[in-house]
């Protein structure tokens, strides 16, 4: 073979390998995308298992023949969240309130009784660390979660975003930054197993500065009275059963149905006569139940 003929058949060889590459590449992308529509078609399909009430359906007829205002949809929404237990209203209350501390508990309730929308809300909205302020930190919380949709509604890639996040929580001191060596071994914390520690001096300012005592004992609650009864819950909620003991015991343990009063100066986003970051108010208090219930007559102001 010539110089020139050689080098002409290098680059059809190489035009050829390009366009191969093109080809797997352009596949994998199909592939990819035709698993999340999949994964998103399960997802829907789960939540249409749970029952929507007549309020939520009527919110959403009158809002689409425009003779409705927000604040009215509002209020049907709240009717068939604390009237009906519907899931799929109490998801909306969450969207429709603007502070996120008073949004969270309606996103909570949604999530406990199996609402993938609302897990996911509470994963992408909530608890993924948008901020290095330690206090906010509920990678945790974030994790438990993860674990919850991993095993309910498998195939989202949230869920793989946070397998990397867990890697990378527990790979260095959450403090300190430190990592392990020959001569030191990073302790797990005993409680979540998510965050590592090089010593107890560090341990103990995340436990108590940054506040990590509230999300590990949120976590312990969870694992205790939700993780065992989620499917039992679900399945009921699908049922319409009035009643689910295991729902209402957990509800409690979480201070969900802390009375209004105790944190009705949460409305006017204030705490103990101080004004407050909702941010800050994501988590729990020191003993892991919510700083707001989900019961709040009318969280007015707030829309
Ligand atoms: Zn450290
Ligand atoms: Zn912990």
């Not at 508990?105 to 999530?111: S, T």
């Not at 409680?191 to 004992?217: A, D, L």
């Not at 679900?234 to 509800?251: C, N, Q, W, Y």
């Not at 009705?264 to 919510?290: A, C, M, Q, S």
Request: charged share 30%; hydrophobic share 35%; glycine share 6%.
């Amino acid at each position: 073979m010539g110089r020139k003929q050689k080098l002409r058949q290098e680059k059809r060889n190489i035009k050829n390998k390009a366009a191969a590459a093109e080809v797997t590449a352009a596949a994998a992308e199909v592939t990819a995308a035709a698993a999340a529509n999949a994964a998103e078609e399960k997802a829907l399909a789960l939540e249409d298992q749970l029952p929507k009430s007549d309020m939520y359906v009527q919110a959403l007829y009158m809002a689409d023949t425009d003779n409705i205002t927000r604040r009215e949809q509002f209020e049907l929404f709240k009717r068939g969240a604390t009237e009906d237990a519907c899931i799929h209203s109490m998801f909306r209350m969450g969207k429709m309130l603007m502070h996120a501390h008073m949004a969270l508990p309606w996103f909570l309730e949604g999530a406990i009784r199996g609402s993938f929308q609302c897990t996911m809300k509470l994963l992408g909205q909530f608890y993924f660390t948008k901020t290095f302020q330690p206090n906010r930190k509920a990678d945790a919380l974030q994790d438990y979660w993860g674990e919850i949709t991993k095993k309910f509604h498998s195939g989202d890639s949230l869920v793989d975003t946070m397998k990397i996040l867990k890697c990378s929580v527990t790979q260095e001191c959450i403090i300190c930054s430190k990592t392990d060596t020959k001569t030191l071994t990073l302790k797990q914390c005993e409680g979540c197993s998510v965050y590592c520690y090089c010593s107890v001096g560090c341990q103990t300012i995340h436990w108590k500065e940054s506040k990590h005592r509230n999300e590990c004992k949120q976590v312990h609650i969870l694992n205790k009275y939700h993780k065992p009864y989620a499917k039992e819950i679900r399945d009921a909620v699908i049922r319409g059963d009035k009643e689910i003991p295991s729902l209402e015991k957990l509800r409690y343990k979480l201070g969900l149905t802390r009375p209004e009063e105790e944190y009705i100066e949460f409305f006017e986003l204030t705490h103990n006569g101080e004004k407050i970051d909702p941010n800050d108010y994501l988590v729990g208090r020191e003993d892991g139940t919510l700083w707001v219930g989900s019961t709040p007559s009318s969280p007015i102001g707030t829309l």
